[in-house]
C-alpha cells in the first residue's frame, strides 16, 4: 500500500513564503512524475507544477517565477516552494505521483491535501 503525506500548509500574509513537502511510503519500486494541483474555493482543480524523474519541470502561468518544485528521489519526496503569495493562491494543495507498485502496477497515488490561506 502506498501513501502520500503532505505537510507545510497554512496561514501566510500576502507576499510571504511556504514550503509545502509530500512524502511517498509503501511498497514503492519505482517513481516517475510527481507534482501539486490546488483546488480553491468554487473552482475547479488546477495544475500547480510537476516535476518528472529526471527534474523536468513545468509549471501553470501563474506559478512561474513565484513557486519551485523539487523532488528528493532518494526520500520518494516532491516540494513545493511557494514566494509571493497572493490571496487568490488560497486553495488545498495536493499532491500526487505516479508510482509503480509491485503485483499491483503503475498508477497515481494522491495526498489528503493540506489548506493554504493568504490572507492579511
Known amino acids: 500500500q502506498v501513501q502520500l503525506v503532505e505537510s507545510g500548509g497554512g496561514l501566510v500574509q500576502p507576499g510571504g513564503s511556504l514550503r509545502l513537502s509530500c512524502a511517498a511510503t509503501?511498497?514503492?519500486?519505482?517513481?516517475?512524475?510527481m507534482g501539486w494541483y490546488r483546488r480553491a474555493p468554487g473552482k475547479q482543480r488546477e495544475l500547480v507544477a510537476r516535476?518528472?524523474?529526471?527534474?523536468?519541470?513545468n509549471y501553470a502561468d501563474s506559478m512561474k517565477g513565484r513557486f519551485t518544485i523539487s523532488r528528493d528521489n532518494a526520500q520518494n519526496t516532491v516540494y513545493l516552494q511557494m514566494s509571493n503569495l497572493k490571496p487568490e493562491d488560497t486553495a488545498v494543495y495536493y499532491c500526487?505521483?505516479?508510482?509503480?507498485?509491485?503485483?499491483?502496477?503503475?498508477?497515481?497515488?494522491w495526498g489528503q491535501g493540506t489548506q493554504v490561506t493568504v490572507s492579511s
Open positions: 500526487y505521483a505516479d508510482i509503480l507498485v509491485l503485483v499491483t502496477g503503475r498508477s497515481d497515488y
Open positions: 509503501g511498497r514503492i519500486f519505482s517513481m516517475y512524475d
Open positions: 516535476i518528472t524523474s529526471g527534474g523536468t519541470t
